[in-house]
């Protein structure tokens, strides 16, 4: 995989200032940009595949949102709310010193891209949402909040990488290699072991949001009016048939690829996931 660029930009709240990490990939001059964020617990390296794929003809972006991977952890963990990221992501954006940006946000990242397309004069040009949408399955936020927050401290690598198996199930079939990269991408050496390269205080609000029932934002969706790709996982418990078609016929149309034996969400480690994005952003 080529080797991106690691920098970060200062982002606020009122306990402080924090410095948010990114990486990048490709020319840094190039005006087609493309910002990859990432799920709820993971992290920009998530995109290292996908990134080195597109970098010959995008500037790639990944961002480490706050909480996670080489970002810092805030003081106050009702900061880690969608409204702020997406206020991080404007600053992100500045820094790039682009006119506009495609978007590829999974999960969290996708809501996160969904709240900054719906803005009057939003800088998003295109929005891919993978595995994500305005309705957001209770079962699925349910099962999600059993593990967020509550990984252990792992006393070796590969009992770490048997956890990550274990809760990524949904993401599909992968091989010995991308699970090892995919269990990577979460570990952080500790002085007694590894633990996941997360702030478990990224709990406290998305326990808070977990009600019982299904989280609607059409009125989000409805307002977005650039053009949209939703890639879904075939057998994903978050995003359903009937939302992704009705996604597919309201708001902006979104057109749609489902992904077979893949729940949620993709990981883009697969050509064929890859292929899709890029057929996307070549319209």
């Known amino acids: 995989m080529t080797t991106p660029r690691l920098a970060h930009v200062l982002v606020g709240r009122d306990s402080g200032v924090y410095r948010m990490a990114y990486r990048e990939w490709g020319d840094p001059g190039n005006g087609h940009v493309l910002v990859c964020a990432h799920g709820l617990t993971r992290n920009g390296r998530d995109f290292e595949y996908l990134a080195s794929c597109l970098a010959r003809d995008y500037r790639v972006v990944a961002p480490d949102i706050v909480g996670r991977g080489e970002s810092d952890w805030l003081h106050e963990p009702g900061g880690y709310q969608l409204p702020l990221y997406v206020q991080d992501m404007l600053v992100l954006i500045a820094r790039l010193n682009t006119a506009d940006v495609s978007w590829l946000g999974t999960s969290m990242g996708g809501l996160i891209g969904m ?118 996982g075939a057998q994903s418990d978050l995003l359903s048939v009937e939302t992704a078609c009705a996604m597919s016929e309201q708001g902006p149309q979104a057109n749609w690829v489902d992904f077979e034996g893949v729940g949620h969400a993709p990981t883009f480690l697969h050509a064929g996931q890859v292929a899709a994005v890029d057929d996307f952003l070549r319209i």
């Not at 803005?119 to 099962?143: E, H, M, Q, Y």
């Not at 967020?148 to 590969?158: D, N, T």
């Not at 390269?197 to 998305?206: E, L, M, R």
């Open 115 to 232: 709240l900054l397309a719906a803005l009057p004069g939003t800088p998003i040009r295109k929005l891919i949402l993978n595995d994500v949408g305005p309705v957001l399955s209770a079962g699925a936020l349910a099962r999600i909040g059993e593990y967020v927050g509550k990984a252990p401290l792992f006393a070796s690598r590969e009992a770490a990488e048997a956890y990550i198996r274990a809760v990524s199930a949904p993401f599909g079939p992968h091989d010995d290699a991308q699970w090892a990269f995919l269990t990577d991408v979460m570990l952080r050496a500790d002085a007694n072991g590894w633990r996941l390269n997360y702030d478990p205080g990224i709990a406290v609000p998305f326990q808070s949001a977990v009600t019982g029932e299904d989280m609607n934002l059409w009125p989000y969706y409805q307002r977005i009016a650039c053009p949209v790709l939703l890639t879904r």
